[in-house]
């Protein structure tokens, strides 16, 4: 099994501000078959970035995704309002499919 | 618009059982892989269950392979996950989520429904 480890676990930030957010694997994620979702409070994740820097569809430029093997990182190059939730890794490379625990972008 | 629909979560006791459907809409059910992807109280997100567009083929991790069972109707373009032998550790909102590519990449997401398991 492949386990994710996000960091930081929370990240105290102000609008404006380009977070990287990191997601580490235990073992090399086949192919590059890395996901972000972004979920709010009260609702279901969505889908931001595939194959580990393919924006999804809809997705603001602003979103940008990179890294390979085992690192992977998430960047917000300005903070909108709407962009504080929680941020989620998963491989989707092997079964069993994995998640990281999360990472929370709050408002500072 | 693609439309899943989740149904079924209620508060069952420990030990029992409990089928959740999720209705699809908006997209050919028949040509796209499906999971179920559920999430504890204040807690992060565990793959449940995946199947073949076809229901031919299906995947479980380890802490419900035995006691959980996904199936699919095309024909009624409804995905359904049959919970056996609940533990308390099942209690979460459980989302029904449609694969793209076929390869456990999840484009589309119900809203979820809640299944609380009580002793």
């Known amino acids: 099994e492949i386990v994710l480890t996000q960091s930081p676990g929370t990240l105290s930030l102000s609008p404006g501000e380009g977070p990287t957010l990191s997601c580490r694997a235990s073992?090399?994620?086949?192919?590059?078959?890395l996901a972000w979702y972004q979920q709010k409070p009260g609702q279901a994740p969505r889908l931001l970035i595939f194959?580990?820097?393919s924006r999804a569809t809809g997705i603001p430029d602003r979103f940008s995704g990179s890294g390979s093997g085992t690192d992977f990182t998430l960047t917000i190059s300005r903070l909108e309002p709407e962009d504080f939730a929680v941020y989620y890794c998963q491989q989707y490379g092997s079964t069993p499919l994995t998640f990281g625990q999360g990472t929370k972008l709050e408002i500072k | 618009e693609v439309q899943l629909v989740e149904s079924g979560g209620n508060l069952v006791q420990f030990g029992g059982s409990l089928r959740l459907s999720c209705a699809a809409s908006?997209?050919?059910?028949?040509?796209?892989?499906m999971s179920w992807v559920r999430q504890a109280p204040g807690k992060g997100l565990e793959w449940v269950s995946s199947?073949?567009?076809?229901?031919?083929?299906?995947y479980y991790p380890d802490s419900v392979r035995g006691r959980f069972t996904v199936s699919r109707d095309n024909s009624k373009s409804t995905l359904y996950l049959q919970m056996n032998s609940l533990r308390a550790e099942d209690t979460a909102v459980y989302y029904c989520v449609r694969e793209v590519y076929n390869n456990g990449l999840f484009d589309y997401w119900g809203q979820g429904t809640l299944v609380t398991v009580s002793s």
């Open positions: 199947i073949s567009y076809t229901g031919a083929k299906t």
């Open positions: 073992q090399s994620v086949s192919s590059s078959k």
């Open positions: 908006g997209f050919t059910f028949s040509t796209f892989a």
């Open positions: 194959g580990a820097s």
